[in-house]
């Protein structure tokens, strides 16, 4: 789980081509077609706050949680150019503790692939479903699939070059353990116009779409949809991300 330490830097420079603007308008359409259309909301694995800022723009009052303490300054300094009133907190998802309840729990960009385990996912869901989440709160999170890592990322490599830093990007997928490991090679730019050089080891794992219905069930939440991404259609095995989304039911 410890990464995006150099890679915070230039975070947001290599991830312009993510279309952040669009996927928070599925992700509030979700929100709302579900019934939390206000209120406290918790983003996990909130990164650099780019969606963060996006909920707290359409209205929630917002909570992010991270990791990378690197992450979260630029996720701050974002917060002191919109004034919005954001609570960020340094913590491991896995383990994550708030005061109180929230409307809403939303983990986006593949924060959930980062959980390893399927225990430790059970864990997050029934934290969530147990001491978190308000009735009839909501839990939405997406994933890339098992045939993303598989078919499109396993075994590739990518690179790119601006003169604020390059990086070069290279895959490989364990079909057996259903890990993709991710090894990152960056060159960030300096104020004397030297490039420092960092490593940087990442692991995702991929969920079949069983395993995470299965999870779902046994941590208390009710599976409400299961979608192929920025869609209402079904989530389908050649999906290359899907949305979950549950709900904690009345006692």
């Known amino acids: 789980m410890e990464a995006y330490t150099g890679f915070a830097q230039v975070y947001d420079l290599f991830m312009d081509n993510i279309p952040y603007e669009e996927w928070g308008v599925y992700l509030l359409g979700l929100l709302q077609e579900n019934g939390v259309s206000d209120g406290l909301v918790l983003e996990l694995g909130c990164g650099t706050g780019s969606m963060t800022e996006i909920l707290a723009e359409a209205g929630y009052d917002m909570i992010g949680i991270d990791l990378s303490e690197e992450m979260l300054e630029t996720a701050m300094e974002k917060r002191e150019q919109s004034g919005h009133n954001i609570l960020y907190l340094c913590q491991d998802m896995r383990e994550f503790e708030l005061y109180g309840t929230v409307r809403a ?4 960009c593949d924060s959930i692939n980062y ?13 969530a479903a147990r001491n978190y ?3 009839e709160g909501l ?14 990322l396993g075994e590739q490599t990518i690179a790119e ?5 390059s990086f070069i990007w290279e895959n490989y997928y364990d079909e057996e353990e259903m890990i993709n490991e991710y090894n990152l090679t960056l060159f960030i730019r300096e104020e004397s116009d030297y490039y420092r050089k960092y490593e940087e080891n990442h692991y995702q794992r991929a ?9 779902v069930d046994r941590s208390g939440l009710k599976l409400l949809h299961m979608y192929d991404a920025f869609t209402h259609e079904p989530a389908r095995e050649d999906s290359e ?11």
């Open 105 to 108: 729990i939303v983990s986006v």
């Open 115 to 127: 959980v390893l385990e399927e225990e430790e996912l059970l864990g997050i869901l029934t934290s």
């Open 133 to 135: 989440l308000d009735y």
């Open 139 to 152: 839990f939405i999170f997406d994933l890339n699939t098992e045939y993303k890592y598989r078919e499109l």
């Open 161 to 165: 070059n601006r003169e604020e830093g």
């Open 207 to 215: 969920y079949k779409l069983e395993t995470i219905r299965e999870l």
């Open 241 to 251: 991300r899907v949305y979950v989304i549950c709900q904690r039911e009345k006692e």
